[in-house]
C-alpha cells in the first residue's frame, strides 16, 4: 500500500489550503483514512478521521475549521483546512488503517501559516 499526499505548502493566517491523499489499496472503502500533523519538537497528533461506515472524529483544535472527505472511488482523502492558524503550522501525514488493523503512511507534507 502506497499513499500518496500533496497539496502542502505556505498559506497565510486566515487563509486555506486543500491536501490530497491518493491511495493504491485494495479496500480502500473498507478502511479508516484521516490525517495527522507532527509540528516541531511535538509529537505527532491526530487532526481529523473518517471511518469507513461513515462518521467522523477531529481534533478539538481543529473543529470547525477543517474537514476530512474521503471518495472511495477515487481512493482518495482530502483535508479542508480553513482559518488557517499559526500553530497550525506542521508535517501532514495521510494515513490509512485496514479492516485488519494495519496502518499505512504517507510520506508527509509540509504546512506552514504566516502571520
Known amino acids: 500500500v502506497q499513499l500518496q499526499a500533496s497539496g502542502g505548502g505556505l498559506a497565510q493566517a486566515e487563509g486555506s489550503l486543500r491536501l490530497s491523499c491518493t491511495a493504491s489499496a485494495a479496500g480502500f472503502g473498507s478502511s479508516t483514512v484521516g490525517w495527522f500533523r507532527q509540528a516541531p519538537g511535538k509529537e505527532r497528533e491526530l487532526v481529523g478521521t473518517?471511518?469507513?461506515?461513515?462518521?467522523?472524529k477531529y481534533a478539538d483544535s481543529v473543529k470547525g475549521r477543517f474537514t476530512v472527505s474521503r471518495d472511495n472511488a477515487k481512493k482518495t482523502v482530502d483535508l479542508q483546512m480553513n482559518s488557517l492558524k499559526t500553530e497550525d503550522t506542521a508535517m501532514y501525514y495521510c494515513?490509512?488503517?485496514?479492516?485488519?488493523?494495519?496502518?499505512?503512511w504517507g510520506q508527509g507534507t509540509l504546512v506552514t501559516v504566516s502571520s
Open positions: 494515513y490509512l488503517k485496514t479492516q485488519w488493523h494495519k496502518e499505512y
Open positions: 473518517v471511518y469507513s461506515r461513515g462518521g467522523s
